[in-house]
């Protein structure tokens, strides 16, 4: 790139790029709007203990991965890509809504593992509409993929300010008012989609691209082992999330404002090195990123596990940030490699390795906290992402076969050499 202006009025020149970054805010704030508060509304507002409560969350959550999972092919050959982000954006908002009225655990239930499990679906398939109208596009002096970091980075930002709306927001107008905010975010998505997304079918490139059945690439080698290596390192970043303020406040004598620092630290490093990072993948560096990001992680654990003022946290939130950097703007892109010409399904087994990590990290928290301690779950986080560093350290991509050759099935698990 001549210079950074330069590249970015190119970027943002784009036909509808603009645009479609303001629908990703709204996504994103939509998304950290809720999500701090469910446990707090589940147990205060609706009553449920927290074994109830969990169960709602698994049910909700698996629900989720399971119509993203089906509906994702359907985005990639059948349907256009801008009806899949309608029914995704129109199933966020009516979802939201109900959860706004409806205080029945069962209807909620409903509610949460069809309608909002409808709009769970909005990251993975927006994602993988920027991949495919933008992912090609031939910029002078920008790599080519860049956009789709530009838009992960423009959705990491709408979370730094989201929780803290979320919270003025339930404090002012409760519960009602928190999901009736979230269902106007999505709502805000869903007109900038039906705005600034083209109808129109599959791109040139996708139209010829290989066909392989569902379950053959759900069960190949190299994505089993991509989604394990990532659900682990997501569920390791959860249990973190809820022991690490925890800690703070209880053995490092930390105050409230204290774990604010802590948590402002980490989006801070976060963002720019997300661009960085964006260029190195976008050239073809996506790999030794993945592979550096898990051993960042293993370090950040480790050391957490040894710090004894919070001080030594705020250092070590950097690493935290360089982590998410890494992992979660790389890894689209790393997933979208994985299954070439079919993004809605690729972007969503990414998606989906984060949701089911989530639900590892919670029931992990649970389940851990008491027999363990903070610094046993801080090791325990850093186990689990050892683990991904084994995985991706011995990753092997998979090599289609030449074309007109059979396609061998391949067994499950990691593709080792």
Known sequence: MRTPLAAAGRIFAQPGFAGLLGAAFALGVGFSFVSPFLSLWGTRELGLSPLAFGGFMTATTLSGIVVATTLARWSDTHLPRKTMLVVAGTGGVLGYVGYAFVRDPRGLLAIGCTL????????????????????????????????????????????????SVGAWMMVEHGFRGLFLGAAGLFLVYLLGVLRFVPSERRPPHMVTALREPVWRILTRGDVCAAFIAFML??????????????????????????????????????????????????????????????????????????????????????LHGMSFALISNVGIMFFQDLVPGQAGLATTVYTNASHLGNLVGFLAFGSLMQPLGHRGLFLTSAVLTAVTLVLVVRYRPHRPPPPHAPIEPQPPGPNFP
């Open 116 to 163: 909002l499990a409808l709009g769970t679906m909005s990251f993975s398939q927006l994602f993988a509409h920027v991949r495919e109208r933008f992912g090609h596009a031939e910029i002078p002096g920008v790599p080519n993929r860049l956009l789709v970091s530009v838009v992960r980075v423009c959705f990491s930002l709408a979370w730094t300010a989201g929780p």
């Open 233 to 318: 390192i997501f569920a390791a970043h959860t249990l973190n999330m809820m022991n690490l303020p925890l800690a703070l406040i209880g053995p490092l004598g930390a105050s409230g404002r204290d774990v604010g620092i802590a948590f402002g630290v980490g989006p801070l490093v976060e963002v720019p090195l997300m661009i960085w990072f964006g260029v190195l993948a976008a050239r073809g560096h996506q790999l030794g990123l993945i592979r550096l990001g898990a051993a960042v992680t293993v370090a950040y654990f480790v050391l957490l596990a040894f710090a004894r003022a919070p001080w030594h946290v705020f250092v070590l939130q950097a």
